[in-house]
Protein backbone atom coordinates (compact mmCIF):
# COMPACT_ATOMS: atom_id res chain seq x y z
CA UNK A 1 0.00 0.00 0.00
CA UNK A 2 1.28 3.53 -0.79
CA UNK A 3 1.23 6.16 1.50
CA UNK A 4 1.84 10.08 0.58
CA UNK A 5 5.03 11.09 0.65
CA UNK A 6 4.14 13.65 3.41
CA UNK A 7 3.14 11.01 5.64
CA UNK A 8 6.51 9.14 5.05
CA UNK A 9 7.96 12.01 5.86
CA UNK A 10 6.33 12.82 9.63
CA UNK A 11 7.29 8.70 10.27
CA UNK A 12 10.94 9.63 9.11
CA UNK A 13 11.09 12.85 10.96
CA UNK A 14 9.98 11.27 14.25
CA UNK A 15 11.97 7.99 13.97
CA UNK A 16 15.24 10.06 13.77
CA UNK A 17 13.97 12.69 16.57
CA UNK A 18 11.81 11.17 18.94
CA UNK A 19 12.84 8.55 21.99
CA UNK A 20 10.98 5.41 21.32
CA UNK A 21 10.77 2.71 24.41
CA UNK A 22 12.74 -0.60 23.50
CA UNK A 23 9.52 -2.87 22.69
CA UNK A 24 10.92 -4.78 19.72
CA UNK A 25 12.37 -7.55 21.62
CA UNK A 26 15.92 -6.58 21.47
CA UNK A 27 18.04 -8.09 23.95
CA UNK A 28 19.79 -4.93 26.27
CA UNK A 29 23.36 -5.24 27.13
CA UNK A 30 23.53 -6.63 30.48
CA UNK A 31 25.59 -5.82 33.33
CA UNK A 32 28.58 -7.91 34.51
CA UNK A 33 29.77 -8.36 37.91
CA UNK A 34 33.03 -6.92 36.61
CA UNK A 35 30.72 -3.47 36.04
CA UNK A 36 29.76 -4.00 39.78
CA UNK A 37 32.98 -3.48 40.81
CA UNK A 38 35.62 -0.97 41.24
CA UNK A 39 37.81 1.16 43.94
CA UNK A 40 35.66 2.85 46.77
CA UNK A 41 37.33 6.00 47.24
CA UNK A 42 34.41 8.58 46.79
CA UNK A 43 32.85 6.63 49.74
CA UNK A 44 33.69 7.52 53.59
CA UNK A 45 36.39 5.36 54.98
CA UNK A 46 35.37 2.34 57.02
CA UNK A 47 36.19 2.92 61.11
CA UNK A 48 37.98 -0.57 61.64
CA UNK A 49 41.52 -0.87 62.25
CA UNK A 50 44.49 -1.81 60.00
CA UNK A 51 46.55 -1.74 62.32
CA UNK A 52 48.91 0.74 60.77
CA UNK A 53 50.24 -1.99 57.94
CA UNK A 54 51.35 -0.93 54.68
CA UNK A 55 50.49 -4.63 53.57
CA UNK A 56 47.05 -4.97 55.42
CA UNK A 57 46.15 -1.35 53.93
CA UNK A 58 47.11 -2.88 50.49
CA UNK A 59 44.77 -5.94 51.05
CA UNK A 60 42.10 -4.05 51.31
CA UNK A 61 42.01 -2.00 49.04
CA UNK A 62 41.96 -5.00 46.48
CA UNK A 63 39.64 -6.44 48.12
CA UNK A 64 37.42 -3.43 47.94
CA UNK A 65 37.97 -3.46 44.11
CA UNK A 66 37.30 -7.54 43.83
CA UNK A 67 34.74 -8.52 46.58
CA UNK A 68 32.16 -10.12 45.37
CA UNK A 69 29.79 -9.47 48.28
CA UNK A 70 30.87 -5.89 47.72
CA UNK A 71 29.26 -5.83 44.31
CA UNK A 72 26.32 -7.63 45.28
CA UNK A 73 25.62 -4.83 47.56
CA UNK A 74 26.57 -2.26 45.14
CA UNK A 75 23.97 -3.78 42.76
CA UNK A 76 21.36 -3.60 45.35
CA UNK A 77 22.07 0.15 46.25
CA UNK A 78 21.56 1.02 42.22
CA UNK A 79 18.52 -0.71 42.03
CA UNK A 80 17.24 1.05 44.88
CA UNK A 81 18.32 4.27 43.10
CA UNK A 82 16.37 3.64 40.09
CA UNK A 83 13.19 2.38 41.96
CA UNK A 84 13.93 5.73 43.73
CA UNK A 85 13.51 7.74 41.21
CA UNK A 86 10.53 6.02 39.55
CA UNK A 87 8.39 6.93 42.57
CA UNK A 88 9.95 10.47 42.75
CA UNK A 89 8.28 10.60 38.76
CA UNK A 90 5.05 9.47 39.74
CA UNK A 91 3.69 12.36 41.00
CA UNK A 92 4.80 14.42 38.03
CA UNK A 93 1.81 14.87 34.76
CA UNK A 94 3.07 12.02 32.62
CA UNK A 95 2.56 12.83 28.62
CA UNK A 96 2.08 10.25 26.36
CA UNK A 97 1.96 10.23 22.47
CA UNK A 98 0.66 8.29 19.40
CA UNK A 99 0.81 7.94 15.85
CA UNK A 100 -0.94 5.30 13.93
CA UNK A 101 -1.32 4.87 9.91
CA UNK A 102 -4.39 3.54 8.09
CA UNK A 103 -4.49 3.64 4.45
CA UNK A 104 -4.38 7.28 3.30
CA UNK A 105 -5.05 9.26 6.58
CA UNK A 106 -2.80 9.60 9.72
CA UNK A 107 -3.64 9.84 13.70
CA UNK A 108 -2.27 11.83 16.23
CA UNK A 109 -2.77 11.41 19.74
CA UNK A 110 -1.50 13.44 22.77
CA UNK A 111 -2.47 12.73 26.41
CA UNK A 112 -1.60 14.07 29.63
CA UNK A 113 -2.26 12.13 33.11
CA UNK A 114 -2.06 13.32 36.37
CA UNK A 115 -3.47 11.70 39.53
CA UNK A 116 -4.04 14.62 42.31
CA UNK A 117 -2.33 13.59 45.38
CA UNK A 118 -5.14 14.57 47.70
CA UNK A 119 -4.99 10.95 50.04
CA UNK A 120 -1.00 11.77 50.00
CA UNK A 121 -0.49 8.09 48.33
CA UNK A 122 2.43 9.44 46.07
CA UNK A 123 4.15 11.44 48.85
CA UNK A 124 4.30 8.35 50.94
CA UNK A 125 5.05 5.72 47.85
CA UNK A 126 8.32 8.43 47.81
CA UNK A 127 9.05 8.30 51.25
CA UNK A 128 8.67 4.13 51.30
CA UNK A 129 11.40 3.86 48.61
CA UNK A 130 13.69 6.55 50.17
CA UNK A 131 13.64 4.64 53.47
CA UNK A 132 14.30 1.58 51.01
CA UNK A 133 16.78 3.52 49.52
CA UNK A 134 18.71 3.87 52.98
CA UNK A 135 18.29 0.97 53.78
CA UNK A 136 20.06 -0.80 50.70
CA UNK A 137 22.96 2.31 51.50
CA UNK A 138 23.31 0.60 54.97
CA UNK A 139 23.46 -2.55 53.41
CA UNK A 140 26.55 -1.70 51.37
CA UNK A 141 28.01 -0.44 54.32
CA UNK A 142 27.74 -3.53 56.73
CA UNK A 143 29.30 -5.32 53.21
CA UNK A 144 31.99 -3.05 53.49
CA UNK A 145 32.64 -3.77 57.03
CA UNK A 146 32.15 -7.14 56.41
CA UNK A 147 35.07 -7.48 54.15
CA UNK A 148 37.39 -5.37 56.03
CA UNK A 149 36.85 -7.46 59.21
CA UNK A 150 37.40 -10.78 57.30
CA UNK A 151 40.29 -9.54 55.21
CA UNK A 152 41.76 -8.13 59.00
CA UNK A 153 41.59 -11.57 60.38
CA UNK A 154 42.74 -13.12 57.60
CA UNK A 155 45.50 -10.85 57.90
CA UNK A 156 45.84 -12.18 61.35
CA UNK A 157 45.38 -15.71 60.50
CA UNK A 158 48.11 -15.40 58.16
CA UNK A 159 50.60 -14.02 60.54
CA UNK A 160 49.47 -17.33 63.25
CA UNK A 161 49.97 -19.51 60.46
CA UNK A 162 53.82 -18.05 59.63
CA UNK A 163 55.30 -17.96 62.80
CA UNK A 164 53.59 -21.03 63.66
CA UNK A 165 55.61 -22.78 60.42
CA UNK A 166 58.58 -21.12 61.40
CA UNK A 167 58.36 -22.50 65.32
CA UNK A 168 57.19 -25.75 64.12
CA UNK A 169 60.72 -26.39 62.56
CA UNK A 170 62.40 -25.07 64.45
CA UNK A 171 60.86 -27.14 67.28
CA UNK A 172 61.13 -30.80 64.51
CA UNK A 173 65.00 -29.35 64.53
CA UNK A 174 65.80 -28.96 68.27
CA UNK A 175 63.83 -32.26 69.22
CA UNK A 176 65.81 -34.07 66.84
CA UNK A 177 68.95 -33.84 68.26
CA UNK A 178 67.48 -34.30 71.37
CA UNK A 179 66.72 -38.26 70.43
CA UNK A 180 70.56 -39.31 70.40
CA UNK A 181 71.33 -37.28 73.59
CA UNK A 182 68.37 -38.97 75.09
CA UNK A 183 69.80 -42.50 73.88
CA UNK A 184 73.16 -42.04 74.68
CA UNK A 185 71.94 -41.03 78.62
CA UNK A 186 69.37 -43.92 78.93
CA UNK A 187 73.02 -46.16 78.13
CA UNK A 188 75.05 -44.39 80.83
CA UNK A 189 71.70 -44.83 83.08
CA UNK A 190 71.29 -41.28 83.34
CA UNK A 191 67.50 -41.00 82.38
CA UNK A 192 65.06 -43.92 81.99
CA UNK A 193 63.02 -45.57 78.93
CA UNK A 194 60.48 -43.48 79.94
CA UNK A 195 62.67 -40.50 79.06
CA UNK A 196 63.57 -41.47 76.14
CA UNK A 197 59.90 -42.12 75.01
CA UNK A 198 58.89 -38.38 75.79
CA UNK A 199 61.55 -37.67 74.09
CA UNK A 200 60.17 -39.94 70.87
CA UNK A 201 56.59 -38.99 71.21
CA UNK A 202 58.05 -35.26 71.24
CA UNK A 203 59.95 -35.87 68.07
CA UNK A 204 56.38 -37.43 66.30
CA UNK A 205 54.37 -34.32 67.11
CA UNK A 206 57.07 -31.99 66.16
CA UNK A 207 57.29 -33.73 62.95
CA UNK A 208 53.18 -33.54 62.17
CA UNK A 209 53.17 -29.75 63.25
CA UNK A 210 55.97 -29.32 60.38
CA UNK A 211 54.53 -30.92 58.19
CA UNK A 212 51.11 -29.53 58.46
CA UNK A 213 52.67 -25.87 58.70
CA UNK A 214 53.01 -25.16 54.97
CA UNK A 215 49.35 -26.25 54.45
CA UNK A 216 47.67 -23.86 57.16
CA UNK A 217 49.91 -21.10 55.36
CA UNK A 218 47.89 -22.14 51.93
CA UNK A 219 44.96 -22.22 53.39
CA UNK A 220 45.32 -18.79 54.95
CA UNK A 221 46.82 -17.02 51.65
CA UNK A 222 43.86 -19.30 49.77
CA UNK A 223 40.97 -17.83 51.97
CA UNK A 224 42.52 -14.39 51.17
CA UNK A 225 42.27 -14.50 47.48
CA UNK A 226 38.98 -15.82 47.62
CA UNK A 227 38.09 -12.28 49.40
CA UNK A 228 39.60 -10.85 46.46
CA UNK A 229 42.79 -10.04 47.78
CA UNK A 230 45.94 -10.12 44.85
CA UNK A 231 49.16 -9.21 46.81
CA UNK A 232 50.30 -11.47 49.66
CA UNK A 233 52.34 -9.63 52.18
CA UNK A 234 55.76 -11.01 52.40
CA UNK A 235 56.00 -10.43 56.24
CA UNK A 236 53.20 -10.03 59.13
CA UNK A 237 54.68 -7.88 62.08
CA UNK A 238 52.98 -8.51 65.17
CA UNK A 239 54.94 -6.36 66.83
CA UNK A 240 54.02 -3.00 65.32
CA UNK A 241 50.18 -2.33 65.93
CA UNK A 242 49.33 0.29 68.32
CA UNK A 243 46.41 -1.62 70.59
CA UNK A 244 42.85 0.96 71.87
CA UNK A 245 42.63 1.26 75.10
CA UNK A 246 38.91 0.55 77.08
CA UNK A 247 37.75 3.92 78.76
CA UNK A 248 36.58 3.66 82.01
CA UNK A 249 33.06 3.90 81.46
CA UNK A 250 30.73 2.77 78.37
CA UNK A 251 28.53 5.15 76.23
CA UNK A 252 26.47 2.26 75.36
CA UNK A 253 24.04 4.90 73.16
CA UNK A 254 26.59 4.60 71.00
CA UNK A 255 25.28 1.33 69.69
CA UNK A 256 22.26 3.33 67.97
CA UNK A 257 25.43 4.55 65.69
CA UNK A 258 26.04 0.51 64.50
CA UNK A 259 24.91 -0.35 61.00
CA UNK A 260 23.31 -3.30 61.74
CA UNK A 261 20.99 -1.11 64.72
CA UNK A 262 20.33 1.53 61.83
CA UNK A 263 19.13 -0.77 59.64
CA UNK A 264 17.06 -2.41 61.76
CA UNK A 265 15.37 1.41 62.55
CA UNK A 266 14.98 1.97 59.15
CA UNK A 267 13.43 -1.35 58.52
CA UNK A 268 11.12 -0.59 61.24
CA UNK A 269 10.09 3.09 59.58
CA UNK A 270 9.90 0.98 56.41
CA UNK A 271 6.98 -1.10 58.26
CA UNK A 272 5.60 2.35 59.71
CA UNK A 273 5.24 3.82 56.14
CA UNK A 274 3.88 0.38 54.09
CA UNK A 275 1.32 0.49 57.46
CA UNK A 276 0.21 4.39 55.83
CA UNK A 277 0.57 3.06 52.16
CA UNK A 278 -1.92 0.69 53.28
CA UNK A 279 -4.06 2.75 54.63
CA UNK A 280 -4.05 5.15 52.06
CA UNK A 281 -5.05 2.17 49.13
CA UNK A 282 -8.80 1.39 51.10
CA UNK A 283 -9.11 5.23 50.14
CA UNK A 284 -10.29 6.63 47.11
CA UNK A 285 -7.66 7.24 44.75
CA UNK A 286 -8.91 10.42 41.78
CA UNK A 287 -6.61 10.53 38.73
CA UNK A 288 -7.34 13.27 35.80
CA UNK A 289 -6.34 12.22 31.87
CA UNK A 290 -6.81 15.19 29.30
CA UNK A 291 -6.26 14.30 25.40
CA UNK A 292 -6.35 15.87 22.14
CA UNK A 293 -7.04 14.05 18.87
CA UNK A 294 -5.97 15.39 15.32
CA UNK A 295 -6.44 13.42 12.38
CA UNK A 296 -5.72 14.11 8.39
CA UNK A 297 -5.02 12.68 5.32
CA UNK A 298 -1.55 14.54 4.66
CA UNK A 299 1.07 16.23 6.24
CA UNK A 300 -0.03 19.79 5.83
CA UNK A 301 -3.71 18.79 7.25
CA UNK A 302 -1.83 17.62 10.15
CA UNK A 303 0.39 20.36 10.71
CA UNK A 304 -2.36 23.17 9.88
CA UNK A 305 -5.57 21.40 10.27
CA UNK A 306 -7.50 22.64 13.66
CA UNK A 307 -7.31 20.32 16.76
CA UNK A 308 -10.08 18.43 17.64
CA UNK A 309 -11.57 18.93 21.34
CA UNK A 310 -9.63 18.39 24.20
CA UNK A 311 -11.10 15.62 26.18
CA UNK A 312 -11.03 15.57 30.16
CA UNK A 313 -12.20 12.66 32.59
CA UNK A 314 -11.70 12.64 35.99
CA UNK A 315 -12.30 8.87 37.63
CA UNK A 316 -12.70 8.11 40.94
CA UNK A 317 -11.37 4.50 41.69
CA UNK A 318 -12.35 3.03 44.85
CA UNK A 319 -13.30 -0.16 46.53
CA UNK A 320 -16.80 -0.44 47.97
CA UNK A 321 -17.13 -4.53 48.77
CA UNK A 322 -13.35 -6.52 48.78
CA UNK A 323 -14.61 -9.08 50.87
CA UNK A 324 -12.71 -7.61 53.86
CA UNK A 325 -9.50 -7.94 52.25
CA UNK A 326 -8.34 -4.02 52.23
CA UNK A 327 -9.21 -4.80 56.08
CA UNK A 328 -6.75 -7.81 56.64
CA UNK A 329 -4.16 -6.19 54.56
CA UNK A 330 -4.50 -2.83 57.31
CA UNK A 331 -4.15 -5.90 60.28
CA UNK A 332 -1.36 -7.14 58.09
CA UNK A 333 0.93 -4.47 58.12
CA UNK A 334 0.01 -3.29 61.68
CA UNK A 335 1.00 -6.58 62.90
CA UNK A 336 4.37 -6.05 60.50
CA UNK A 337 5.64 -2.59 62.04
CA UNK A 338 5.42 -4.25 66.03
CA UNK A 339 7.78 -7.20 64.32
CA UNK A 340 9.67 -4.27 63.34
CA UNK A 341 10.12 -2.22 66.29
CA UNK A 342 10.84 -5.79 68.10
CA UNK A 343 13.47 -6.28 65.94
CA UNK A 344 15.18 -2.74 66.31
CA UNK A 345 15.07 -3.41 70.13
CA UNK A 346 16.22 -6.96 70.16
CA UNK A 347 19.45 -5.49 67.72
CA UNK A 348 20.03 -2.64 70.48
CA UNK A 349 20.37 -4.95 73.21
CA UNK A 350 22.31 -7.30 71.70
CA UNK A 351 24.61 -4.35 70.19
CA UNK A 352 24.81 -3.31 73.72
CA UNK A 353 25.78 -6.74 74.87
CA UNK A 354 28.48 -6.80 72.10
CA UNK A 355 29.94 -3.82 73.33
CA UNK A 356 30.14 -4.96 77.03
CA UNK A 357 31.52 -8.37 76.16
CA UNK A 358 34.10 -6.60 73.48
CA UNK A 359 35.12 -4.27 76.42
CA UNK A 360 36.03 -7.27 78.47
CA UNK A 361 37.77 -8.88 75.70
CA UNK A 362 40.09 -6.22 74.94
CA UNK A 363 40.27 -6.17 78.49
CA UNK A 364 41.60 -9.19 79.17
CA UNK A 365 43.80 -9.58 75.75
CA UNK A 366 45.98 -6.23 77.09
CA UNK A 367 46.39 -7.87 80.57
CA UNK A 368 47.37 -10.67 78.53
CA UNK A 369 50.53 -9.29 76.83
CA UNK A 370 52.22 -8.19 79.85
CA UNK A 371 53.11 -11.70 81.73
CA UNK A 372 53.71 -13.24 78.15
CA UNK A 373 56.19 -10.29 77.59
CA UNK A 374 57.86 -11.79 81.39
CA UNK A 375 57.55 -14.99 80.37
CA UNK A 376 59.56 -14.35 77.11
CA UNK A 377 61.91 -12.07 79.16
CA UNK A 378 62.84 -14.98 81.65
CA UNK A 379 63.20 -17.63 78.70
CA UNK A 380 65.73 -15.59 77.10
CA UNK A 381 67.89 -15.18 80.60
CA UNK A 382 67.57 -18.63 81.24
CA UNK A 383 68.79 -19.62 77.88
CA UNK A 384 71.38 -16.91 78.55
CA UNK A 385 72.32 -18.45 82.05
CA UNK A 386 72.52 -22.35 80.29
CA UNK A 387 74.50 -20.91 77.73
CA UNK A 388 76.95 -19.34 80.47
CA UNK A 389 76.83 -22.67 82.47
CA UNK A 390 77.96 -24.52 79.01
CA UNK A 391 80.60 -22.58 78.51
CA UNK A 392 82.02 -23.26 81.94
CA UNK A 393 81.01 -27.16 81.75
CA UNK A 394 78.70 -26.85 83.90
CA UNK A 395 75.56 -27.65 81.31
CA UNK A 396 76.02 -29.88 78.24
CA UNK A 397 73.96 -29.31 74.82
CA UNK A 398 70.91 -31.31 76.06
CA UNK A 399 70.19 -28.71 78.85
CA UNK A 400 70.73 -25.90 76.00
CA UNK A 401 68.49 -27.49 73.90
CA UNK A 402 65.93 -27.79 76.78
CA UNK A 403 66.07 -23.60 77.02
CA UNK A 404 65.89 -23.31 73.36
CA UNK A 405 62.75 -25.27 73.41
CA UNK A 406 61.69 -22.89 76.49
CA UNK A 407 62.41 -19.85 74.74
CA UNK A 408 59.98 -21.08 71.28
CA UNK A 409 57.28 -21.86 74.26
CA UNK A 410 57.75 -18.80 75.14
CA UNK A 411 57.69 -16.90 71.66
CA UNK A 412 54.50 -19.06 70.68
CA UNK A 413 52.79 -18.02 74.03
CA UNK A 414 53.08 -13.82 73.29
CA UNK A 415 52.65 -14.55 69.64
CA UNK A 416 48.99 -15.89 70.51
CA UNK A 417 48.47 -13.16 72.98
CA UNK A 418 49.19 -10.45 69.92
CA UNK A 419 46.86 -12.31 67.56
CA UNK A 420 44.06 -12.47 70.64
CA UNK A 421 44.75 -8.89 71.01
CA UNK A 422 44.48 -8.11 67.52
CA UNK A 423 41.31 -9.90 67.42
CA UNK A 424 40.02 -8.27 70.56
CA UNK A 425 40.56 -5.04 68.79
CA UNK A 426 38.59 -5.40 65.78
CA UNK A 427 35.67 -6.37 67.69
CA UNK A 428 36.10 -3.64 69.77
CA UNK A 429 36.35 -1.44 66.65
CA UNK A 430 33.51 -3.20 65.70
CA UNK A 431 31.08 -2.88 68.40
CA UNK A 432 32.18 1.40 69.48
CA UNK A 433 32.16 2.26 65.48
CA UNK A 434 30.29 5.34 64.43
CA UNK A 435 30.49 4.85 60.70
CA UNK A 436 26.68 5.80 60.30
CA UNK A 437 26.94 8.85 61.99
CA UNK A 438 23.79 10.30 60.12
CA UNK A 439 21.64 6.94 61.38
CA UNK A 440 18.31 8.92 63.01
CA UNK A 441 18.41 6.05 65.22
CA UNK A 442 21.32 7.55 66.67
CA UNK A 443 19.90 9.57 69.60
Known amino acids: MAYPRDLLAVVLILSGCASFPEMDGAPVAALR ?151 ARLSGGEVTARDLAEAQRSLSLAEQAAAQAPGQVALAEARLRALGV ?65 MATSLQGLITGSLAPIATTLLMETALLDNGQSRSRLDQARLAVAQAEVAWLQARGRAEINMLQSAIELSGARAALAPARDGLAMAEAELARVLTRERAGEADRFDVIQAELALIDARATIDDARARAYRAALGWQEATGSDSAACPAGG
Open 33 to 183: AADLSGPLAQMQPINLPDFNDAGLRQMIDEANVAGLDLAAARGRAMLADLVLAQARATGAPRPSGNLSLSGTSATATFSVNFEPDLSGRIESAIRTAEIEHQVAGIELLIARRALVREVVLGWIALGEARIAADRAEDRRVLVRQLIPIAE
Open 230 to 294: KTIPDRVAFDAARLPAVPPSLDLARVGLLPEVCMAFLQFRGADSARADALLASRPRLVLTSSLTQ
